[in-house]
């Protein structure tokens, strides 16, 4: 065959068998996820004023602090954005937890000057497994964190803060989060940057390094990291996953240096994950449905 094909819009010679390798060659993978600091951290700013006091009238942001580098990113930007005597963070570790994570949290809370608690979950989290002698470790995960989120909803309601989400892109994309838990706060500056961005973003913001260097985990085990858990390392999902973001083909993919093995793996987390990142489907018996008809006019 030679007849040739179009290709995002751009006609190509050749047989359509070499399209995937002409697609490949029109994007630098680790190019296309860099970011501009000081642009990125002033939307993000202004993103945060605008949602909270623009928005809701709430000049306060309360947030899970686990010392890890998605909710320190979160806490310099809050601190930038609302001053850092109108953020509080809150430390609420497990019996189980790292003594590392609350003294890297407590890296943050110095250098911010931000208002800090730490709620000891324990109790609580063994009240219920007790309850439930069979849980396993990801049931107990999902405890530890869905205890975490209603401990900080009850310090919004104490506080009169609204409580801003830590989760970033590729932990959403992946479906590597709790639901109900994680994807809870009605705010979330940083989910829209894949992981390597927000490393990106916290060496502008200066978020101490101990923080920065250190392998990302949920900190439910020990020993746990998250790249253990996905299987794939943040740097090799967060290019595979912008490449199928924009369009390309597992072909295409593969054709620019990745592994099948990789390419696979990502994709069967997007699609079978897909539910976790949508508000609960609701039984549509009207024309009226919130969220299916009824939105607020910045969702149109």
Known sequence: MTEGARVN????????ALVPVIEARRI???????IDGPMTAKWLEAFLRDELLGRRGIGRAVLGLSGGIDSAVVAYLCARALGPQNVYAIRMPYRTSSADSLRDAQLVIDELGINAQTIEISDAVDGYLRAAPDADARRKGNVMARMRMLTLFDQSAKLGALPI?????????????TWHADD???????GDLFKTQVWALARYLHVPMRV?????????EANQTDESDLGITYAKADQILNLI????????????????ADVGLVRRRVDGTHWKRHLPTTALVSGTAINEFYLRPVDY
């Open 165 to 177: 989400g830590t989760g970033n892109k590729t932990e959403r994309l992946m479906g590597y989060f």
């Open 184 to 190: 809870t706060p009605p705010v979330n500056p940083i």
């Open 9 to 16: 819009g751009v006609h190509t010679a050749g047989p359509p």
């Open 28 to 34: 630098d993978p680790v190019a296309a996820l860099a």
């Open 212 to 220: 920065i260097d250190k392998a990302p985990s949920a900190d439910l």
């Open 245 to 260: 973001l924009a369009g390309y083909r597992d072909a295409t993919i593969v054709a620019r240096g990745f592994a099948w």
